[in-house]
C-alpha cells in the first residue's frame, strides 16, 4: 500500500504485476481519464527483479525518493544511458531506477 501511495503521489504506477493497470471509469473522469490512457499508451510497463530505489537524476549516488518493490511493476518512458555506461529507466515523472534491478525488457527505446 505504501508503494501505491508513493507511485500515485510521483504519477508513477507502482502495482503488483499481476494486477490490472487499468483505472475504472469511476476512479477517473474525462480530461484526466483521456490524459492517463494516452501517458500509459506512451509508457512500457516492467517489473522489478528486485528492489529497486527511484533517484532524482540517472546516478547511485544521487537523492532516492523511494523503492519499488520486488514483484511489483511501473511504467517507463524511456532508457538512457549515464557518464559511467550504466543504462537507466525514465519515468513519466522525470525520475529514474536503474535497469539492472528490472527483468529484461528488449525494444525500450532511448530518451
Not at 32 to 61: C, L, N
Not at 80 to 91: E, I, M, P, V
Request: charged share 10%; with cysteine.
Amino acid at each position: 500500500m505504501l508503494i501505491a501511495s508513493f507511485a500515485a503521489a510521483l504519477s508513477l504506477s507502482a502495482v503488483p504485476a499481476a494486477a490490472s493497470v487499468s483505472p475504472s471509469a469511476g476512479e477517473l473522469s474525462g480530461s484526466a481519464a483521456a490524459g492517463a490512457e494516452e501517458a500509459q499508451a506512451a509508457s512500457i510497463k516492467i517489473v522489478a527483479a528486485e528492489d529497486a530505489p527511484f533517484r532524482t537524476k540517472p546516478y547511485g549516488s544521487s537523492h532516492k525518493i523511494g523503492t519499488v518493490q520486488a514483484g511489483n511493476a511501473i511504467f517507463i518512458q524511456c532508457r538512457l544511458q549515464n557518464s559511467y555506461g550504466n543504462y537507466w529507466y525514465r519515468t513519466g515523472a522525470w525520475h529514474y531506477t536503474y535497469s539492472a534491478h528490472y527483468l529484461s525488457y528488449p525494444g525500450i527505446p532511448a530518451c
